[in-house]
């Protein structure tokens, strides 16, 4: 058996890692989206901190069920923007401001996992 030099193993891993990265890459980018995009003024730009770590959906449809647990009484399907507490809505048009997305504007029925039942 012909001896590897640590340096050698390192490469070659490193080569094969770039390599199985790239293709997943690559690969993730041709897949159409299912989500239909509406265009919302002073929406939430893409790839939004914030958004990402409240798991923030446009559509709540498409958020899994183990997401969207039951919270205060309302079942996980029954949660979305128009009836959270942080949600107002704009004067025309489906959707508001949430005040945790930096008052971006949001569509009415999209979710996230800080939604909290709207008083009253």
């Known amino acids: 058996m012909k001896h590897i030099s640590r340096r050698q193993f390192f490469s070659g891993f490193l080569a094969i890692l770039g390599t199985a990265s790239g293709m997943a890459l690559l690969q993730s980018c041709s897949k159409k989206s299912s989500v239909v995009k509406t265009t919302i003024p002073n929406g ?11 798991k923030y959906a446009t559509q709540a449809s498409l958020v899994p069920s183990t997401l969207r647990v039951d919270k205060m009484g309302t079942a996980g399907n029954g949660q979305f923007c128009d009836n959270c507490q942080f949600y107002k809505a704009a004067t ?29």
């Open 44 to 54: 939430v730009p893409e790839g939004n901190a914030m958004a990402a770590n409240l």
């Open 92 to 120: 025309e048009g489906n959707y508001g401001a949430c005040s945790l997305m930096q008052n971006y504007n949001v569509p009415a029925k999209a979710w996230c996992m800080s939604w909290v039942k709207k008083q009253g």
